[in-house]
């Protein structure tokens, strides 16, 4: 009975903690965006609250939950609301299978840093992934709108080719594993002293692809198009409402699809690697702590590598988005799945 | 009791999203309520300690063929969707015996498999080398000529939608002025 409560306080604390972070981090990341944004246009940026603008995010909240409520006429109630629920529900619950760091002890409690380690947590991390469509399909919908079913019909489009793009990319990774478990892949990555990146550079960069492809960043994000659709799918929304869409697609998703990026092929929470020699830690200093650091290191570095490509490129056609998908990418995967099969066991026997 | 419970909570949401599936007359709300059967089920999977299949539940059937329906229905009109259609009363009455012989066939089935199967013989395998291996291993063993025929009748499939979506851009090209 007390190892019940025991790991019913700790989940809970899990969940708190990292429902806290990723809402959290999720809001000030708009300051991040803002911030970046300027400064590669050569601009300040916010600067006028808080110093360098750093309550600009509390601001923006305030303004936001104030708005009027604004509701389209012929429009269906429920089903538009429901669809923010859907949007935030699968990208927050990703977050339940995202490894931060190697396991540790508190008050003689070995507490593993993940939700929940089930053996099958890439599979989750894709399923979920996937739901934002129906997220995205009923807010165009119920808005009854021409732009915002025109949008969400493309988002929707792009986020099912790359679905399976996405899905092939990594298998490459899985294989030279052994395992669907995310927190496995980490430490088979740090037994076998290679970050899979090094042998699967091509796995990662169509991951990236899709990555960009199903949060909708630039150069993928048409359903956006803010000249010929206004905003796509979220025309009709207003105020916070409005608001939590992009908090969900550019920075909840982001954050957890570099998570599992990390995870899958820059070896999680593990220092610097040199292939197949071992790891080189100049954080050692901060001893039990720099795995953690490691792990918010990498993934800041992704989010701001996604910033950067998000203000330097222009956007693709809708075409080109979806011919990209399943005439380069997927075969380009399916490439990489059989060469990995072959070196695989050439490699570990 | 934890398990009892969630089983209770997934069994009973399934059982009234399918009532849902059935009786609902808006076909967004159909999709969703079919959605919510799925998700449920997965649920269920999950409770049992079948992480793989739940998982798969979930990724194959309440995303891959769900987005399908979603995808037909956002491209009906708004009007046509709310419009009620009358109920097919004699179809539906015919068709019932039918139905009943399914479900008893479906309840046979489930009977015979349940006194055949195994009890308990592969508890220890899969605590031992996880949900996947085990599955995997089962697959590409005992049941190895099923597998590879359904993929061989997946591939037909794959082939005959690739032929029907082609057909339309040959008569396009015939047609030009």
């Known amino acids: ?349 | 009791m934890i398990q009892w419970l969630v089983f209770l909570l997934f069994s009973t949401l399934a059982v009234v999203s399918g009532l849902g599936v059935v009786l609902l007359s808006n076909p967004i709300y159909v999709i969703l309520a079919l959605l919510s059967v799925l998700v449920s089920v997965a649920g269920i999977f999950f409770v049992a300690g079948a992480e793989l299949v739940g998982a798969l539940q979930l990724i194959i059937y309440a995303v891959a063929v769900t987005v399908f329906y979603v995808f037909v229905l956002t491209a009906v009109p708004w009007e046509k969707a709310l419009k009620k259609d009358p109920f097919y009363r004699v179809e539906g009455l015919l068709s019932f015996p039918l139905v009943l012989l399914l479900y008893a066939e479906m309840l046979l089935v489930f009977l015979i498999g349940v006194s055949v199967s195994p009890k308990g013989q592969f508890r220890e395998f899969v605590r031992q080398f996880g949900n996947t291996e085990v599955v995997g291993g089962i697959l590409f063993s005992k049941y190895f000529l099923a597998f590879e025929l359904v993929s061989l009748v997946l591939l037909i499939g794959m082939i005959g939608a690739v032929i029907i979506g082609r057909k339309e851009a040959q008569t396009y090209e015939g047609d030009t002025p």
């Open chain 1, 1 to 349: 009975m007390e190892g019940l409560i025991v790991w019913l306080i700790i989940t809970l604390v899990k969940i708190l903690v990292i429902l806290g972070i990723v809402l959290g981090v999720g809001a000030y990341l708009t300051l991040v965006e803002r911030k970046v944004a300027a400064h590669i246009q050569r601009r300040p940026g916010p600067m006028v609250v808080g110093w360098h603008g750093l309550l600009q995010p509390l601001a923006d909240g305030i303004k936001l939950l104030t708005k009027e409520d604004l509701f389209p006429r012929y429009g269906n109630r429920f089903l538009y609301n429901l669809a923010l629920v859907m949007a935030l529900v699968p990208a927050t619950l990703v977050f339940a299978v995202v490894p931060f760091g190697p396991e540790f002890k508190v008050f003689g409690v070995e507490v593993k840093p993940i939700l929940t380690d089930v053996n099958v947590g890439l599979l989750l991390v894709f399923a979920l992934g996937s739901m934002a469509v129906f997220a995205i399909a009923l807010a165009g919908w119920a808005s009854n709108s021409k732009y915002a079913l025109i949008g969400s019909m493309r988002k929707a489009g792009i986020v099912v080719s790359y679905e399976v793009v996405i899905t092939f990319a990594v298998m490459g990774p899985i294989i030279l594993a052994g395992t669907l478990s995310t927190y496995e892949i980490v430490q088979k990555q740090i037994e076998q002293e290679l970050w899979y990146i090094w042998l699967q550079p091509l796995a990662f960069v169509v991951y990236m692809f899709a990555l960009l492809a199903e949060t909708g960043r630039v150069p993928f994000d048409v359903q956006e198009a803010e000249a010929e659709l206004v905003t796509g799918f979220t025309v009709e929304y207003g105020g916070m409402k409005f608001g939590l869409f992009p908090l969900v697609e550019w920075y909840i998703e982001v954050l957890s699809l570099s998570a599992i990026a990390v995870v899958l092929f820059l070896g999680g929470w593990s220092p610097i690697n040199i292939p197949f020699l071992g790891f080189v830690d100049p954080l050692f200093f901060l001893g039990p702590l720099s795995p953690f650091v490691w792990f918010i290191l990498k993934v800041s570095l992704l989010f701001l590598f996604v910033l950067w490509l998000h203000w330097t490129l222009p956007r693709y056609r809708i075409d080109q988005i979806t011919e990209t998908a399943w005439k380069v990418m997927l075969p380009l995967t399916f490439v990489n799945l059989v060469l990995t099969a072959v070196i695989a066991p050439v490699l570990w026997g």
